[in-house]
Every structure is written in C-alpha cells, then in structure tokens.
C-alpha cells in the first residue's frame, strides 16, 4: 500500500503543499489515511474543541435577474420581505439566543447600494447582532447599478453596519467552468477582487466552493489554492465551506458527490490549508448531521449555524432540515468523543 513520502509530509505540515502532492494523494493515497491525516492537523490546530454558531438566515428575496443554472432558489413568481419582516425576523433570532444573522438574498433588477445600506441601518439602529451578508455577488450587483467602486461599495456597507461577508458566489474560481454554469455571474478575478478589497478594508469573509457538478478534480484543487493564496496576502478568512451541489429543481445536470467524496473533500480542505486556515466547516443542511458527526473525524472542526431557516438548500432537494438547536449541536459533538463550543461569528468563544 502506498505510503505518503516524507517529503510531502513535511510540505502539509509547513503549509506549502504543491498542487502535484494533492494529486498524488488522490490518486494514490487510500481514504482512510487521508482521513487520518485530517484529522492528525485539525487536532494540532483545534484541540479536540469543535464549534458551532446560533445564528438565523434572512433570504430577504427570491427575486433575481441572475441566470445560475445551478440555482433553484429564484424564482421569478417571488417574494421580497417587507423591513418590518426582516426586523421582526432579526427579532426572534435574538430571543432564541442568536449572535448573528446571515443576510442573503437574489439580485433585484436595478437596486443599488442604497438599498443594502437602508436594510443594514435599519437592523443595526434596532438591534445588537452581528450582520453577516450579502456575497460578493451582490456587493458587485450594487456597486455596478450605483455606479461606484467595488471599495466605495464595500466601505459604504461597512459604515451601514456590515460586520462580515459569507464567501458564497465563489462556486469553482475557475472561468471556463462558471461560463458553463453560473454565465451571468461576477468573473474569478471579479470575485478574489471583492474578497481581497473587503479584507484590506476589515470585513472578514468565509471562503466556500461549489463541487459536485462539472468540474474537474483539477479544478476543485485549483480553486483550494486560489482561495490560499488570497489567504497568504490578506489573512481575512475566517473558515473554508465546502458545498455539495444539489441538482433537484435546477437546470444544471451535475453527477452530485458521493458522501465519500463529500468527506475527502473536507480532509483535502484541512491538508491544504494547515497554518494558513484554521476552520473547516460542514454544512449540515446539505450533508445531513450523520455525515456532520463523521466528519469530525476527517479533518472539520465546525458545524456551521442554527439557521433557523433555510432555502436555498432546501428548494435544490436538501433534506436534512432548517434548523438545528443548540443541544442537537453538542449532542453530535459530544458523541463523537470532542468538546462543543459556541462561538460567536469571528470564532470568540461564548
Ligand atoms: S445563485 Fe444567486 S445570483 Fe444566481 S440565480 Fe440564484 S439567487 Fe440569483
């Protein structure tokens, strides 16, 4: 059975693994040692401690002009909350104990950066919470229909009360690929550039990737280094997610993840980004809390979030619910032989 060389070892453990050293491992590397690897770092790294976050999605539309044909979320007969709803959303977040809302939504045709800011100000002259919202998807939708900088957008946010950023719309950072799934959307090098100039400026940012659909091995490897070597310059990510694409109700024809695949992909994540991202997180609304609990053992240290509500996954075929209370968390953990933690969005313990 092949061994992994020395050599290789000591570039994952330095953090300068090679991309030809991911595809040996692929390719040669049994599962099982691969997982023990993960594993062997995450431990280094995290302790046996594994956290999770009370948090609440607000979808505020499903409205959206894009055209990503692996989305089931729009939907051109939509709704849009009303600020009162999304208020009295924030609301009920924080009665059941939440330090964040996740604000999302799809992109109304010709809405600028106003609109964002007025939704950001109403919240936060309401309420103490942290807002963590929009993706770079819609910070350039409202810099292009308000005519300013990705910067000017970015510090406009953040003077409205944008404390941090979800990485979605980052799907594979590989051109040839978005131009085939998501042809409407912001550009690789568009992205890294709102993900870069939101760092510099003190937002804080998850990294996530879409796999599962057409992409190749090469280019799921290539976006893990993209998104390093942001990381090496700016330092701002605060997690990496990995996201299985669910087909059901899109228009994108994808062969979907095995959950074997599903947990090699989380071990790769932590190989690749030892000393340079701490966190690896599983979403337990695409993976199911099986899986979730599996995975501790595969190199992730983080559950994600309560929710509280979910739908995007769900209108794809997601199955495994919207909402996860605290005691569902540290019941998963704890019977996996590690320590539940919360943590508040920015990974302070509470
Ligand atoms: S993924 Fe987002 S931008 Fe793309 S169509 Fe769906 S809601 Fe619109």
Redesign the pocket.
């Known amino acids: 059975m092949a061994v992994i060389p020395d050599d290789l070892l000591d570039r994952v453990w330095n953090g300068s693994i090679l991309h030809k050293d991911v595809y040996y491992l692929l390719k040669k590397i049994p599962s099982f040692k691969l997982f023990s690897l993960a594993d062997e770092l995450c431990r280094d790294v995290n302790g046996d401690i594994v956290t999770y976050v009370i948090n609440r999605n607000i979808n505020f539309t499903n409205l959206?002009v894009?055209?990503?044909k692996f989305?089931a979320?729009?939907d051109d007969n939509g709704y849009v909350l009303s600020m009162n709803e999304i208020l009295g959303k924030v609301e009920e977040a924080l009665d059941l104990g939440a330090t964040e809302v996740c604000i999302q939504g799809?992109?109304l045709d010709g809405v600028g950066i106003s609109y964002y800011c007025n939704l950001l100000e109403n919240i936060k002259s309401s309420y103490d919470i942290h807002i963590h919202a929009f993706s770079s998807?819609e910070v350039f939708h409202a810099a292009n229909n308000s005519n300013i900088s990705i910067k000017n957008a970015l510090l406009e946010l953040k003077k409205a009360g944008l404390d941090s950023m979800p990485g979605t719309a980052a799907e594979i950072l590989v051109d040839d690929v978005r131009k085939v799934i998501?042809p409407g959307?912001l550009s690789s090098d568009q992205w890294i550039d709102v993900i870069k100039t939101a760092h510099r400026l003190g937002i804080p940012t998850t990294a996530t990737m879409m796999y599962g659909h057409i992409e190749t091995e090469n280019n799921r490897i290539e976006h893990l280094f993209e998104i390093r070597e942001i990381q090496k310059e700016t330092g701002g990510f605060t997690e990496f997610i990995p996201l299985p694409f669910l087909s059901k109700n899109t228009s994108l024809a994808g062969h979907c993840s095995t959950h074997l695949e599903d947990l090699k992909m989380h071990a790769l994540a932590r190989i690749v980004f030892h000393t340079h991202i701490k966190n690896i997180q599983i979403s337990w609304v695409k993976l199911g809390k099986k899986l979730a609990r599996l995975s501790l053992f595969c190199g992730v240290n983080d559950l994600g979030g309560t929710l509280m509500e979910e739908n995007i996954s769900k209108s794809a075929g997601g199955a495994y619910g919207e909402r996860m209370v605290p005691q569902e968390f540290e019941s998963i953990i704890s019977t996996a032989g590690r320590i539940p933690k919360r943590r508040t969005t920015l990974y302070q313990f509470r």
């Open positions: 959206c894009g055209t990503c989305c979320f729009r799809g992109l998807m998501c959307k």
